[in-house]
């Protein structure tokens, strides 16, 4: 994905980063963050701990603020033990309270799937053993970890999130995630952090997902918990692929029910792999083409090839390196995705040296090669003269697919829901504009119009396809018959990736389109009362506790505030905590309103990269 432009005083565009004091007005940061002992450390005064910010500058403090180690230390005052906010840190207590300060928070550390390597965490054991006498009373047995992760740090933990949830009486969202590996998550807004937490609560083997047993585990964790089923607004269940995902919901609803709760909240989750599958399905459309071999010969043969000759080394370093082709996701069907188009763009702008490459170099330098099957398959698809064609019209494709997941901002870590809607719509208009005669329009609640996209009478001609920008100079030598066929390939590929998205967008969810709203962009727009009124009309379980009339004054109330816009380092949750802690005199000036906000954002919220579990931690030690 095209990368966002950067200010120049962003830490990140230099190549050796240095402490910069405005990171400490960030409020993310605020609160902990000083500077260290030079210039390329930050320092971390809850955790006691120095991080240097030589190479990724501002986002090493993030992951330091994100890790569980610090998370503990700050929300946790363990047995009279305190940390001093003064960048001279002091810590009290007697030896026997240090030594179980130690031990916990290197069980954080192998819990959250830490390298257990002393020299990789030289700021973790700082924070350990600020005194070497500390060390003496340390007991780190795979017995003596096991047991204060069991039997000590997860029952805390629970117990937490029991205050957080049930005696402040927020509603939750429950996300069972895994296949063999049954996580059991709990979502919900946290005002103290000012943002959606996303919290494990139990973690069961299972050799196949039975949705039978998917239940009474579920049912079980809220029993061991105790938390009020009457406060679960919905339930999320493992791959829509697997069956029994329904059953699961509807008896978790019957439980909820019965427990004095309502039904569930109609939402459609959504997430980047959505879009990941359907241009995959895309590309198992025109398996044919070979072009998933092309890449993996290529880039099979530029990591073994020597060097060639002076015109041909650009070539080498473009195509044997792969890091320009990589992003930072977690999901791996999301960087196949990116990888993919990213080496599609790459073959398309060098297709003549390519060519060049394999048809006259390699065989005049490379004896014997003409007998490689390797060589024989890159030759084969790069004299084919559809191929930068088909290479064109992919490129194209993957390029409106990347632009979808920027806009949407469905890569970042938490909600994304003011942009999700529109982007959404906005993605399937334009496919189906690459191919249709008559641009698709979407209706609220019922999705996209009737269109009859797989009749050809409805498809644009030959030479109205959109299959990118290919130069002109490739369809001299192509023989009409095969441009006929080409064209049938991209109709019928364009066909099955508009029934993928239609399917699977969440075109028809009216919470989602309602929650345009949280947009701080949209804020002053007069039409924005009436898509609040709509939403409130549509989702009477989210104002349970408060007035509809009430929600509606504060509406007003916010949109005439003379209230900072979102700033650069700002999520959407972030500006929300902020706005929200607006007081008028002692009370908060939104409060009937913050009930809706918060529920809008803890429905769509995207936890960023893998989880790790409290059993994972226990299977390292």
Known sequence: MAASNQKSEDPHSQPHQVYNVRWEGDPRLASWVRRGRTQHEGYCSFCLSYISVRDEGLGALLSHGESETHHFI?????????????????????PSTLSQRAEILWCLYV???????????????????????????????????????????????????????????????????????????????NDQAGKVLNVLIESIPMKKYDPDQAFSLCLEAFRKTRLPLNQLVHISTPNPTLGGNDKVQREVQEAVILAG???????????????????????????????????????????????????????????????????????????????????????????????????NYVPNTERGIKKSPRYQRLLTTLSNPLTPLRLWFLRSVGHRMEGFLEESQLTSEGSSVHLLYKASSSLIKDIGACFLKRRPSVFPGSGVSHVKFEEREHQLDDVELDIGEPPLGFFRDIPHLKLVVFYTEVRDAYAVLFRC?????????????????????????????????????????????????????????????????????????????????????????????????????????????????????????
């Open 501 to 621: 998205l239609a399917e699977r967008l969440p075109l028809t969810d009216t919470v989602l389109r309602g929650c345009k709203i949280l947009n701080p962009d949209k804020r002053t727009e007069e039409n924005l009362s009436k898509t609040l009124k709509d939403l409130l009309k549509d989702c009477p379980r989210i104002t349970d506790c408060v007035s509809a009339q009430k929600i509606m004054e504060e509406w007003n109330q916010y949109q005439s505030s003379d209230i900072e816009g979102i700033q650069s380092y700002e999520t959407v949750e972030m500006y929300w905590a902020r706005v929200l802690q607006t007081r008028d005199g002692v009370l908060p000036k939104f409060r009937s309103l913050s009930k809706l906000v918060q529920v809008l954002l803890l429905l769509y919220y995207k936890p960023c990269g893998r989880h790790q579990t409290m059993s994972d931690g226990e299977q390292r030690v």
């Open 111 to 189: 819990a959250s799937g830490g390298d257990v390597s002393a020299s990789t965490q030289p700021g973790l054991f700082g924070a350990m053993f600020p005194d070497s006498k500390i060390a003496k009373n340390v007991i780190m047995s795979r017995s003596r970890i096991k047991y204060l992760i069991n039997r000590g740090i997860k029952p805390y933990l629970l117990d937490q999130l029991l205050k957080s949830v049930a005696e402040k009486r927020k509603l939750f969202v429950v996300d069972m995630i895994g296949n063999r590996n049954l996580d059991i998550y709990v979502r919900f807004w």
């Open 261 to 359: 709760g309502k039904r569930f909240l109609s939402i459609h989750p959504f997430d980047e792999n959505v879009i990941c599958r359907a241009y995959e399905k895309l590309l198992l459309t025109v398996a044919d083409w070979g072009l998933d071999d092309l890449v993996s010969d290529l880039r099979a043969w530029f990591n073994t090839c020597t060097l060639p000759d002076e015109p041909f080394q650009k070539l080498l370093e473009e195509f044997s390196n792969d890091d320009a082709c990589c992003t930072t996701s977690n999901s791996p069907l999301l960087r196949h995705t990116f990888q993919l188009n990213c080496w599609f763009k790459k073959i398309t702008c060098f297709w003549t040296s390519l060519v060049t490459y394999f048809q």
């Open 74 to 94: 700050m929300n946790s005052k363990i047995d009279g033990c305190s940390t001093s906010h003064s960048s001279n840190p002091s810590i009290s207590g007697g």
